[in-house]
């Protein structure tokens, strides 16, 4: 194709919860156990989505918390955000609450095109939060949600074709 669509979008999330495994288990097709947890990268892959190829420039941020500042780098020229938090951590929901928060002040809106995702759903012994706790606060925000496990390739396909379905809404709304 010659010019797919692009469409940059930013991994964000407490620390730990998965935001690196889940990007690259879904553009490498791979679990990596540990990743060095403070680096920020960025990914391409072209997604297909609905006949169309879309070029997708994924950034995998190093994570934030109460006390983060979010940079332009962040919410300038981003088209959607991937909000992770775990499942087995009630504060890392805590925190995603915080981050939107943070995210819609910096870009001076009352909503972006965003997917909440619950990560780790494979340590279900661990689990501090239901579904229901996240699919509850993706609703009041108007957001898809989503439970995953980096450790299963189709989930983490699942995720960012809800990222494009809610990008490619809000820019062309039905
Ligand atoms: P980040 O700081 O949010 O980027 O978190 P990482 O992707 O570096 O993951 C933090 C730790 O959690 C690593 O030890 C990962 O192997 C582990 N991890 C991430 N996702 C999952 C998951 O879905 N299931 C399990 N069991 N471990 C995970
Ligand atoms: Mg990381």
């Known amino acids: 194709m010659a010019n797919p669509k692009s469409r940059t979008i930013v991994v964000c999330g407490a620390p730990a919860v998965g935001k690196s495994s889940l990007t690259i288990q ?32 994924i950034i995998d941020t190093a994570g934030q918390d109460e006390h983060s500042i979010l940079s332009s ?22 925190l995603a609450k915080l981050i939107r928060e943070k995210i819609l002040n910096f870009k001076g809106t009352d909503s972006v095109p965003m997917v909440l ?10 689990r501090q939060l239901t579904p229901e706790d996240g699919r509850d606060l993706a609703s009041k925000w108007g957001c898809s949600w989503i ?25 062309n709304p039905d």
């Open 73 to 94: 780098t962040h919410t300038v020229g981003i088209h959607g955000y991937v909000l992770v938090y775990s499942i087995t951590s009630r504060q890392s929901l805590e």
């Open 26 to 57: 879904f553009v490498e097709n791979h679990f990596v156990d540990s990743y060095y947890p403070t680096i920020q990268s960025a990914y391409n892959k072209v997604i297909r989505f609905r006949g169309q190829e879309i070029a997708a420039e």
């Open 147 to 171: 439970e995953a496990s980096a450790k299963l390739h189709e989930t983490t396909t699942r995720i960012f074709d809800l990222m494009i379905a809610e990008i490619e809404k809000s820019i």
């Open 117 to 126: 995702v619950g990560n780790k759903t494979d340590l279900h012994m661990q």
